[in-house]
């Protein structure tokens, strides 16, 4: 809805009499405190009169500061920075002593040097209060960013009439929390765009299935560089490197995406002109921001934090995000001690660090790159890929649905309402596609059911010692990762990944999907050797009520898998009554794919999936998780606009995979070329991924004949 021309003057009005008032306080707290600054006559004033002789002095001083100083700065143009700088002190003091001079009677007087320190203070103060004023404000925070990039637009290359396209990933929200949270209100801009309203849709709303990994690192890797390839879980063993690889480590992600570049032979879905803002990998894009994959890096155009720098650069974005970020670390603590103090089951432990994160993925991560997406509209980018965190991090300890989530689903809406204006005002049209890389499923976690983790379990039935008290199993959540490559501190190592105990089992945890390795034997063990190594192992973990299925090599039968009381090969397991059956179409196909990948784990545990409630419990301390097979994380969404094509193939199979849904949306920015292909327009990645421009907003730098593609 238009903002009305009389709520706009009101709330200016507002504003500036507040800002007055600020201004004039200030003026009276120094005359207080500085010996050389009075605002009353030698005879001395009564405090009315010298409230009035502050009001009159603030109001004359910020009237000549409105009026003046652009016409000094651009008087000054052509005097160098420093200087100018210097000056600026210097004028703004001569300002404060004319307007001392203009009050009546001759009641304010100041020294030189006085003068220069009040105007100083009084120039900062009502900047933060103006700024502070309008931090709920979007409209007023849209048209200063219009004014931002203008001066950029003008410096910017001719940008094509074809259109572009933004996809605004929303972490974790899975297909029917979108549908659930539009049809309760809470998601007006997603729902207009459905034609839940006066107006007919825009978009339409398609439902994809995961692999049986079902993370944001095999998810966005299959989406933005065409590949899910020896992806097993969110973390892994790999024997040959003797490594765990992590997907939100930076080095373990570039590592990934050098691997997806050099199968598929191609830079990745952001290399026409494309920007990555927010991901774990680049997509072959140009600009990059808040990017883990080259975090880790540092060749020139690799500066992944540029895009905090370009953003609290600007005063105004750093007052306007401090204070949302307190108010979330309050709204989270209040949350917390409120649903404990209710005795909500199933719930984690939020204490500690966790506020903070939250605030970071939820305030400072969403706002920067909104900020960045909308540079990138603003310059006419042909693509841009931005992840919105938000939602997946509070959902992993709230739980996916409930007041917490439903506030920050809210909040999102009106990212993307705000992004749907700035679209109005871009260089050239976009499509806007909005979509997500899982979803999540609910349930108490295996560790607050049983009492003892995956790993202790793992112990038991090998007969090694199990600890009396179960350690909590690390958790993987992305924004936690963001905030380590974001302060540039070093990644979180635990012990065991570092040093397995050369006979003793490596038990990693990805959601509700659980990986065990055995680190002395360099090939993938079979099952008859598990069995002669550790007879109950197999038996211990298939017959547990929190284990739903297990997957193992066997050298007679092959891939085969164990359930409660069922033996089955994979080829068979989803038939009616098999172990898979419960986990709904494609699980079977899931399972099969995963086992031919290189690196898949000695044994492969995905937990119980109850279909009734929906329900899972995650090895790791979330009560909303995703990973692996088993109800809502397994169906994410895809709202595109009904003018491309539809996704959903012609045989009525499904849309299954990240892989299809990279050659989806590859689709749609092909037929927008303007010779039908990829890349024709614009310098990102060449085959080997590395970048070709700098990592800020804004700048560009030419691209080297060695970063492109042969």
């Known amino acids: 809805m238009a ?9 200016a009005l507002w504003r500036m009499g507040a800002v007055w008032a600020v201004s004039t306080v200030t003026m009276l707290v ?4 500085l010996p050389d600054f009075r605002l009353q006559s030698a005879d001395g004033d009564s405090a009315t009169r010298i409230g009035l002789t ?19 700065v651009r008087a000054l143009l052509l005097v160098p920075a420093l200087v100018l700088g ?36 009084m120039s900062a103060v009502a900047s933060a209060t103006g700024t502070a004023l309008a931090v709920r404000d979007d409209n007023a925070y849209r048209r200063r960013l219009y004014r931002l990039s203008d001066r950029r637009r003008r410096r910017a290359l001719p940008v094509p009439a074809t259109p572009g396209t933004v996809f605004l990933q929303l972490d974790g929200v899975g297909h029917d929390v979108l549908a659930s949270a539009v049809g309760r209100g809470l998601l007006p801009t997603a729902a207009r765009w459905l034609g839940h309203g006066p107006a007919p849709a825009t978009h339409r709303l398609t439902p994809w299935r995961t692999d049986w990994s079902s993370q944001t690192g095999a998810s966005q890797l299959g989406i933005l560089h065409g590949t899910t390839y020896d992806i097993p879980a969110f973390r892994w063993y790999e024997k040959d490197r003797r490594q765990v690889m992590v997907s ?15 199968r598929t032979g191609d830079g990745g879905l952001l290399t026409d002109d494309g920007a990555s803002r927010g991901n774990l990998f680049s997509g072959g894009a140009g600009q990059v921001a808040l990017v883990l994959s080259v975090s880790a890096r540092r060749e020139p155009g690799q500066r992944s934090r540029a895009g905090y720098f370009a953003y609290f650069s600007d005063p105004a974005n750093a007052v306007r995000t401090a204070m949302s970020f307190v108010a979330e670390v309050l709204r989270e603590m209040v949350q917390s001690t409120r649903s404990r103090l209710r005795g909500d089951t199933p719930r984690v432990g939020r204490g500690g660090l966790y506020p903070f994160v939250r605030a970071f993925a939820t305030v400072v991560e969403r706002d920067v790159v909104v900020a960045a997406v909308i540079g990138d509209m603003l310059a006419g980018r042909t ?68 009492g003892l983790t995956l790993a202790d379990l793992v112990r038991a039935g090998c007969g090694l010692p199990v600890p009396r008290r179960a350690r909590r199993t690390p958790s993987g959540a992305e924004a936690r990762a963001a905030v380590r490559a974001a302060l540039h501190r070093p990644v979180e190592v635990h012990e065991d990944e570092v040093r397995p105990r050369r006979f003793e089992p490596v038990v990693l945890a990805s ?33 547990h009520p929190g284990i739903g299925f297990l997957l193992v090599r066997s050298e007679e039968h092959g891939a085969v898998v164990l359930g409660a009381g069922q033996d089955v090969p994979l080829a068979e397991a989803d038939r009616p ?134």
């Open 86 to 121: 210097l000056l600026a002190f210097a004028i703004n003091g001569s300002l404060l002593t004319l307007a001392l001079r203009l009050i009546p009677d001759g009641r304010g007087t100041a020294a030189p040097e006085t003068a220069v320190l009040v105007a100083a203070v």
């Open 511 to 543: 959601g509700n999907l659980g990986l065990v390795s055995f680190p002395d034997v360099p090939h993938r063990m079979s099952r008859e050797e598990i069995d002669r190594r550790h007879p109950a192992l197999l038996t211990t973990l298939a017959a």
């Open 3 to 11: 903002e009305r021309p009389w709520r706009r003057f009101a709330g």
């Open 30 to 33: 120094l005359a207080g405190i």
């Open 383 to 450: 693509a841009v890929y931005a992840d919105l965190v938000a939602y997946d991090e509070v959902a992993h300890h709230s739980g996916p649905a409930g007041r917490d989530t439903d506030q920050v689903l809210a909040r999102l809406d009106r990212s993307l309402a705000l992004i749907e204006k700035v679209a109005e005002h871009a260089p050239r049209p976009y499509r806007i596609v909005l979509l997500s890389d899982h979803g999540q499923s609910p349930g108490e976690t295996f560790r607050s059911r049983y």
């Open 577 to 710: 009554g098999g172990p898979l059956e419960p986990f709904g179409p494609g699980a079977g196909e899931a399972v099969r794919r995963t086992d031919g990948f290189p690196h898949t784990a000695d044994i492969m545990i995905n937990s119980a999936y109850f279909p009734q409630t929906g329900e899972i419990h995650a090895f790791e301390e979330q009560i909303g998780s995703h990973g692996g097979l088993g109800g809502d994380q397994s169906r994410p969404f895809l709202l595109s606009p009904l003018s491309l094509a539809d996704p959903a193939p012609a045989d009525g199979t499904g849309l299954t995979g990240a892989e299809q849904v990279h050659a989806v949306l590859r689709g749609w920015l092909e037929a927008a070329a303007p010779d039908g292909r990829p890349g024709a327009t614009g310098a990102g990645h060449g085959a080997d991924g590395r970048t070709g421009r700098d990592g800020d907003l804004g700048a560009t730098r030419p691209v080297p004949p060695s970063d492109t593609a042969a």
């Open 248 to 262: 939100n480590r930076p080095a373990s992600a570039a590592e990934l995406q050098r691997r997806a570049v050099r």
């Open 54 to 72: 502050a009001a009159a002095g603030a109001g004359v001083f910020g009237v000549l500061s409105a009026l003046v100083w652009p016409l000094v």
